[in-house]
C-alpha cells in the first residue's frame, strides 16, 4: 500500500458520461447509471433474492469509482421487506473521488431523489483522503460500508471476510488489466462462501479464462445498453 493517495480526477465526455482520464475509460453508461448498476451487478448477482433469509450479506467490490453500485444496492436492501439484518459492502479503490467531486458527479448523474437522499449521506460520512480502511456505518448498523482506499493487488490477499458476492467493477481489461489477473480471482476464490456469485460487465477471453484457472464457473449473458454481452457466474462446488 502505498503512503499517500492520488484522487481521481473527475472528467466528463462530450455526451455527459463522467470517464477517468487517467485509465481513458468511461465510469458508467450515458444509458443510465443506476438501471447499469441494477442490471449488471443486481440483477447479476440475483439480488434481492439471494440476500433473503440471511442474517448477514457481505458484497465484496473491485473498484468503488463514484460509489453508484454501493448507492445502487443501498436502495434496493433499504426497498427489501424480506432482507437480512446487516448488509456489509466492502469495496477497494485505488483512486477515490473527494467529497466535492462526488457531489458534482451525482449532481448530473443520478436522477432518483430517494438515491440522492443516500448519495448525501454518503458525502456526508466520507472519510478523510488516506490509505488504509475506514468503516462507514448508516441505517443504525444494518448498512455497513468498508472502504478501503489503496490498491487491491496488495489488499485483497490480506483480507479477513466471506463473501457472498463480487462486484467485479474495475475499468475495462484492456484499460486496467491489474484487476484482471488469475492473481486477483484467486484471491477472490478464497474469500468466497460457498455459494458465492459474481458478475462483470466485461465478457473479455483473458477474463474467462482468468476465472475458470481461479475455480468459478461463468456464463455469457446479455449486457446492458449497447454492451452486447456480460458475464455472471459463481464458484465452482469444491
Known amino acids: ?36 448498476s441494477h442490471h449488471v451487478f443486481l440483477q447479476g448477482n440475483g439480488l434481492p433474492e439471494r440476500w433473503q433469509g440471511r442474517p448477514t450479506f ?19 436492501w433499504r426497498a427489501d421487506p424480506e432482507r437480512g439484518e446487516r448488509l456489509h459492502f466492502v469495496s477497494i479503490e485505488k483512486h477515490p473521488f473527494s467529497a466535492d467531486d462526488l457531489r ?15 448519495a448525501d449521506a454518503l458525502i456526508a460520512a466520507w472519510p478523510a483522503m488516506e490509505p488504509g480502511t475506514h468503516q462507514l456505518v448508516f441505517d443504525d448498523g444494518s448498512v455497513v460500508l468498508t472502504l478501503i482506499f489503496g490498491d487491491a493487488v496488495n489488499i485483497l490477499p ?29 484471491s477472490l476464490a478464497v474469500l468466497a462462501v460457498g455459494d458465492a456469485t459474481f458478475s462483470t460487465y466485461t ?9 475458470l484457472q481461479a475455480g468459478f464457473e461463468y456464463r455469457k449473458v446479455a449486457g446492458f445498453g449497447w ?12
Open 104 to 118: 458534482r458527479a451525482y449532481s448530473v448523474t443520478v436522477d432518483d431523489a430517494q438515491v440522492l437522499a443516500l
Open 203 to 211: 465478457s473479455a477471453g483473458d477474463v474467462k479464462r482468468a476465472l
Open 58 to 76: 457481505t458484497v465484496l467490490e473491485t473498484g468503488f469509482g463514484m460509489g453508484i453500485n454501493f448507492l445502487t444496492t443501498w436502495a434496493a
Open 227 to 238: 454492451k452486447r454481452a456480460m458475464l455472471v457466474g459463481r464458484i465452482a462446488p469444491r
Open 158 to 186: 490480506a483480507l479477513q471476510l466471506r463473501a457472498d458476492a463480487f462486484y467485479l467493477d474495475g475499468f475495462a481489461p484492456a484499460k486496467n488489466p491489474e484487476l484482471w489477473t488469475p492473481a486477483i480471482f484467486n
Open 1 to 36: 500500500m502505498t503512503d499517500s493517495l492520488i484522487p481521481a480526477a473527475l472528467a466528463f465526455r462530450p455526451n455527459g458520461s463522467p470517464y477517468s482520464p487517467e485509465y481513458g475509460d468511461i465510469y458508467h453508461s450515458i444509458v443510465g447509471s443506476l438501471a447499469q
